[in-house]
């Protein structure tokens, strides 16, 4: 029993990181209508940026977090405004292929400037554990669900409550229709892109924070498994990210635990084709019928 | 004529190799209900989406004095032109309220809950269903609501493309009942319809619209009385 609640809690971590990631593949697609795949390699960014400002220019913890967001959220800003906006308008087979390129782009920079080996994340925040009737819970993994809980909330309070939420949700649904209404779809991608990124920063702090060593090729699996969950969730649902995010990280840490650690990707995978065969649209993507 | 407070001159949209509106002029003139009748596929929601700015056109289009041709798409509310587009396109997943709040986006906070009480005067059913989900209500609550949002701006021309599309008669009567209103209260309103009986009675004059051209024009009754016109568009 013991052993099932902490393999829930750290597969609750690890779904937290996978579900901020998860975020901003799911804005991106909804909004921007496109896969983000250079969207993993944010992350990977962001871990270095955090290496950057502490380890090397010996910034305080709280301009590490900030510096890592600002850098992430900038990068984001320019992906989007020179690599993908030129293409708008172009086949989305286009669009996939530089997005592909970019996440390239990014893996082979960070090889140029940090090299292949890894580097570990400094450890910043420390933490003390939490026992709770003979469970050890780790700082980091607290941490990592109660920022996660608080971006949950705030995310979905801006998206249902502010016009500027409306309108990336109008945007989503008819960009013709949000250009009538005097919304600039363009401002709004950037923006999509924006938060995304910053997202992005936040799941490189938290994946920093408990998982240390960084490479140039760090962002990539993680980012593949976010994708991976907002298919999951419902691609394009904001709640079916949160959702798949937590879920697959679950699944994840519970088939390493009680299966086998070689098998628990190929068990993830497998339960999201099992979940796209049952229900093409994923756990919360929803149609809604045109009425005449 | 003076100067319109739409003015169309020599404009033409193509769709790649495609020409759907060819060197097309005409006029609006303030407070007037202008309509724009032809046979599907005349190039009437191509003429009204390049107005709009959703669609690059050549040629020049003037709106209350000023060229829109630099004008970006979603820059043209401001400017006191508004569209219900054809198919309605409201913010199906998005609730009653959330569709007129977007159709207030550009106007400041302070004045939109004044300016929704008002569409709600003139469109009872919407305050009922107002935290309703838009793609559950019937069709013709639906063209209400896009009427509604695209009054949310409080524009000075209004262009709808095919309001009465897919409504049951009482309905198209309601709807064109209301165009008059709007009319009456200030709007300018730029009409297109395939029912052209209906767009002719309650406009002052009337443009035919075939194959991407202009082929006719004037006042509402005298196309109301052609023969040409009624061969084509009004059953014999
Ligand atoms: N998105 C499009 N791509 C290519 N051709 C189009 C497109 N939209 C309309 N057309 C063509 O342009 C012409 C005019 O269409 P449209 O303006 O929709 O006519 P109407 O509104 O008068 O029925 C038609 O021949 C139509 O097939
Ligand atoms: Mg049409």
Redesign the pocket.
């Known amino acids: 029993m013991i052993e099932f609640i902490k393999t829930l809690i750290s597969g609750l971590g690890l779904g937290s990181i996978y579900a901020l990631i998860a975020l901003g593949y799911t804005m991106v697609y909804g909004i921007a209508k496109m896969l983000n795949f250079a969207h993993g390699d944010v992350i990977m960014v962001g871990a270095y940026a955090g290496i950057v400002a502490f380890t090397s220019a010996g910034l305080p913890p709280v301009f590490t977090v900030f510096l890592s967001v600002a850098a992430c959220t900038l990068l984001g800003v320019l992906i989007e405004r020179f690599a993908y906006k030129p293409l708008r308008g172009a086949s989305s087979l286009s669009v996939l292929i530089t997005a592909i390129g970019m996440s390239y782009l990014l893996q082979n920079l960070a090889l140029m400037i940090f090299g292949s080996q890894q580097q570990a994340y400094p450890q910043y925040v420390k933490l003390p554990s939490v026992t709770l009737g003979g469970i050890t819970i780790d700082g980091i993994t607290l941490l990592t669900l109660g920022v996660t809980a608080l971006i949950m909330i705030g995310m979905s309070l801006f998206i249902n409550r502010t016009r500027l939420g409306k309108a990336m949700r109008a945007v989503a649904e008819d960009r013709g229709a949000a250009e009538l209404m005097g919304i600039s779809v363009d401002k709004t991608i950037a923006l999509t892109f924006a938060i995304g990124s910053a997202l992005a920063a936040v799941a490189s702090i938290c994946y920093g924070l408990t998982y240390v060593y960084i490479k140039p090729t760090t962002g990539a699996m993680p980012g593949i498994k976010a994708f991976t969950a907002a298919v999951f969730g419902g691609i394009g649902s904001i709640p079916g990210a949160m959702l798949g995010g937590i879920a697959l990280g679950v699944i994840e840490q519970m088939a390493k635990t009680y299966i086998s650690p070689l098998w628990a990707d190929a068990i993830v995978f497998a339960v999201l084709v099992l979940v796209l065969v049952i229900r093409p649209t994923g756990l919360m993507g929803k149609e809604v019928q045109e009425k005449v | 004529m003076s100067e319109g407070i739409l003015s169309v001159q020599n404009m033409s949209v193509s769709?790649g190799s495609?020409h759907?509106v060819k060197n097309i002029s005409f006029e609006v003139q303030e407070g007037e209900i202008v309509t724009l009748i032809?046979a599907?596929?005349?190039?009437?929601?191509?003429?009204l989406n390049a107005i709009a700015r959703l669609l690059p056109a050549s040629g020049e289009i003037r709106f209350a004095g000023d060229s829109l041709m630099h004008v970006p798409g979603h820059a043209v509310l401001k400017k006191g032109l508004a569209m219900v587009p054809?198919g309605r396109r409201i913010f199906l997943r998005m609730s009653v309220e959330e569709n007129l709040e977007m159709g207030a986006y550009i106007t400041p906070r302070s004045s939109m809950q004044e300016q929704m009480e008002d569409v709600f005067r003139r469109f009872p059913r919407l305050e009922e269903r107002r935290s309703q989900i838009a793609g559950t209500l019937s069709g013709g609550e639906q063209q209400m609501l896009a009427m509604g949002r695209a009054l949310m701006s409080k524009p000075k021309l209004l262009m709808m493309d095919e309001p009465s599309m897919g409504l049951a008669p009482i309905l198209v009567e309601q709807i064109f009942g209301i165009i008059r209103e709007l009319n009456a209260a200030g709007t300018t309103i730029l009409l297109?319809e395939q029912n052209a009986q209906a767009a002719l009675s309650v406009a002052d004059r009337g443009y035919v619209?075939e194959t991407g051209r202009i082929v006719m024009s004037g006042k509402a009754e005298e196309l109301l009385a052609s023969p040409a016109v009624k061969k084509a568009y009004l059953g014999g």
């Open positions: 769709y495609i759907a032809g599907n596929g005349a190039g009437k929601s191509t003429t054809e297109v619209m």
